[in-house]
């Protein structure tokens, strides 16, 4: 089966093309990162005016380097929600209309299970059952995979989410959007030991998150400091070292809790390499999606509708999408 996905949940466009028997064939991505830079954040109505204006050209581009045809086309997934409205809509009505036309199935995927199976694109993939960290700018959570579909929540933030604030400190801290790969940038740069920022919810027995207390932390220790560039260099240093320390804690409980002896990081934290070190020191074996694909992308999309589309999805051809969708709630393929 041949599959198209699209995803078009914020604020960026990703198209790609999944084979079942030769697995990726191609993808293109377009970041709008530079579209809402000057506004320090994503925009939800100019993202979803830029998802209209790209998708169809990247389809188009994905497929001529695919060396196929929408003829050559089984099925399509497209991302229908967690995101934004607007931007959900877009990609869905482009998906929906496409498979009614070509008369073929359409599937809306989850866009966190498209996040948690992005690793099944690599060479060496994880195989059922696994823990998963899903580790983002929406998302924080832990949770147990027994196999596709079929999705136990270990853990979550019960407030900032670890992707958001990075962010929020990156901001803090005076850095351009988006901000937090300029924090763990700059990190690179800060001396350990400096400072020591809490492990948030580390003194207490379960999976869980918090976060937004090391914000205050940093607040804190910013305005306290000689506000150098050295100073604001260690002080994202001990905040990296904080978020990272009390993610590899918490997974080793999730670990422990399942006896499972796999773990899937995925999400555009997980691009982080202060984390991806640390977490291979576990006593389990260490899944990340290559770089490329730990941020929102067509591949997992393609992937995700795939194998549901294989496993025998099927959707009623209607538009719908869901900004809020709990991935527990999704049913096993």
């Known amino acids: 089966m041949i599959t198209l996905g699209i995803e078009t949940s914020c604020d960026e466009s990703g198209v790609a093309v999944y084979s079942t028997k030769q697995g990726l064939l191609s993808h293109q991505l377009f970041s709008q990162i530079k579209l809402h830079a000057e506004y320090g954040g994503v925009v939800p109505e100019l993202a979803s005016r830029d998802h209209i204006r790209r998708v169809l ?40 209309s496409l498979a009614w036309g070509l008369n073929i ?4 995927v989850h866009h ?6 992005a690793p099944l694109l690599e060479p060496n993939p994880p195989q059922f059952p696994f823990v998963a960290l899903l580790v983002s700018g929406g998302h924080t959570m832990l949770v147990d995979v027994p196999r596709l579909g079929e999705y136990h929540l270990l853990g979550e933030s019960v407030d900032d989410a670890a992707g958001e604030a990075f962010d929020k400190t990156a901001k803090l801290l005076g850095l351009d959007y988006p901000g937090g790969p300029l924090l763990a940038k700059l990190a690179l740069q800060g001396r350990s030991g400096l400072y020591r920022f809490p492990r948030p919810m580390t003194d207490r027995p379960g999976c869980d998150f918090s976060f937004s207390g090391l914000k205050t932390s940093t607040l804190t220790a910013w305005q306290n400091s000689t506000q150098t560039e050295q100073d604001k260099a260690d002080i994202a240093r001990a905040f990296e070292e904080a978020v990272v320390d009390t ?14 002896k796999q773990l899937v990081v995925a999400g555009g934290v997980g691009a982080n390499q202060r984390l991806r070190a640390q977490l291979a020191t576990l006593p389990a074996q260490v899944f990340f999606p290559r770089l490329e694909f730990c941020t929102d992308n067509g591949a997992m999309i393609a992937l995700a509708g795939a194998l549901r589309l294989a496993a025998g999805a099927m959707e009623p051809p209607i538009i719908q999408v869901r900004p809020r969708w709990p991935l527990m709630e999704l049913s096993a393929a």
């Open 57 to 96: 050209p990247l389809i188009k581009q994905t497929l001529k380097e695919a060396d196929l045809t929408l003829a050559d086309i089984d099925g399509i997934a497209y991302t229908a929600g967690p995101g934004l409205i607007g931007a959900l809509m877009t990609g869905a009505s482009i998906a929906r």
């Open 105 to 108: 199935p359409a599937v809306g």
């Open 112 to 117: 966190m299970e498209g996040h948690l199976l």
């Open 247 to 260: 993610l590899t804690i918490k997974c080793r409980r999730a670990i422990e809790q399942t006896g499972r």
